[in-house]
């Protein structure tokens, strides 16, 4: 099975991006702000050539910085998002959505989130770059801004610029069927079946918890990590102990 990772802020068109892919609307067009980071939503898409893929939409960051609470839905959500898909197979490409414009600290954050964090930088990510209908060649705009892109260490193994929205007409409606077959290629471009699914691996989530402490505002304690892990996660309070026991940087009360 072919997993694909769909991530970026509130606004950045994920689910248009999910509609465009699949041919049709099954992903509601809605926004992020009632459902907490790294919680998801999984779909199943099949290309026109027959290829399956399952893509799963995840919610991203809003602010380029976490408060406590946040910080620990974010551990048991990231936590059932990759058990999840290594039953399914594992991690095969990152989609990392942004809106035409400047960088922003929010969108940095987001990258370090999936790609850094999460994925440990070992799953290839692709740019899905939204909203430039206005633009007389969509491609233009990367051409224009990838120094840009590279200077905030943003980088990505391929990229599609492309308009997602639907209520568009004459001109711009012809770029919206442009548009999926540039995702679609990108997409069979960097993953296919016979690639290897990340999954995670040893010591994968103590060092997630330690990497995303860098985005919480204060210090979060280590008996409230072993908390959520046991709570929400459903651990062993001792293998949640021992993972708590691994993380750097902890309050320690």
């Known amino acids: 099975?072919?997993?694909?990772?769909?991530?970026?802020?509130?606004?950045?068109?994920?689910?248009?991006?999910?509609?465009?892919?699949?041919?049709?609307?099954?992903?509601?067009?809605?926004?992020d702000t009632h459902r907490c980071t790294?919680?998801?939503?999984?779909?199943?898409?099949t290309f026109e050539n027959g290829t399956p893929y399952q893509v799963f939409d995840t919610v991203g960051l809003e602010e380029p910085r976490l408060q406590t609470g946040e910080y620990l839905s974010a551990i048991a959500n990231a936590y059932g998002?990759?058990?999840?898909?290594?039953?399914?197979?594992?991690?095969?490409?990152?989609?990392?959505?942004?809106?035409?414009?400047?960088?922003?600290?929010?969108m940095q954050s987001n990258y370090?989130?999936?790609?850094?964090?999460?994925?440990?930088?070992?799953?290839?990510l692709a740019l899905v770059v939204t909203n430039l209908e206005r633009e007389t060649n969509m491609e233009d705009w990367y051409t224009r801004n990838m120094s840009h892109l590279e200077k905030h260490n943003i980088r990505s193994v391929g990229h599609a610029c492309i308009t997602a929205g639907t209520l568009l007409?004459?001109?711009?409606?012809?770029?919206?069927?442009?548009?999926?077959g540039?995702?679609?290629?990108?997409?069979?471009?960097?993953?296919?079946?016979?690639?290897?699914?990340?999954?995670?691996?040893?010591?994968?989530?103590?060092?997630?918890?330690?990497?995303?402490?860098?985005f919480v505002a204060g210090r979060p304690k280590k008996t409230d990590v072993i908390g959520i892990l046991t709570k929400r996660c459903g651990?062993?309070?001792?293998?949640?102990?021992?993972?708590?026991?691994?993380i750097?940087?902890?309050?320690?009360?």
Request: hydrophobic letters at 40%; aromatic letters at 8%; glycine letters at 10%.
């Open 1 to 31: 099975m072919v997993n694909i990772v769909v991530f970026g802020e509130t606004g950045a068109g994920k689910s248009s991006v999910i509609n465009l892919m699949a041919g049709k609307q099954i992903a509601h067009v809605s926004p």
């Open 38 to 45: 790294m919680h998801w939503t999984e779909y199943s898409i």
């Open 81 to 106: 998002l990759i058990n999840t898909l290594r039953e399914r197979g594992g991690v095969n490409l990152l989609l990392f959505c942004i809106r035409g414009g400047r960088v922003t600290a929010t």
């Open 112 to 124: 370090r989130l999936f790609f850094e964090f999460l994925c440990e930088e070992k799953v290839p």
């Open 169 to 180: 007409d004459g001109r711009h409606r012809d770029k919206y069927e442009e548009s999926q």
């Open 182 to 214: 540039i995702l679609h290629r990108v997409v069979q471009a960097h993953c296919n079946a016979s690639m290897v699914g990340w999954t995670g691996g040893q010591g994968w989530l103590a060092a997630f918890i330690s990497k995303l402490m860098d």
């Open 235 to 246: 651990m062993p309070k001792k293998v949640a102990q021992q993972v708590a026991q691994q």
């Open 248 to 253: 750097r940087g902890e309050n320690q009360s």
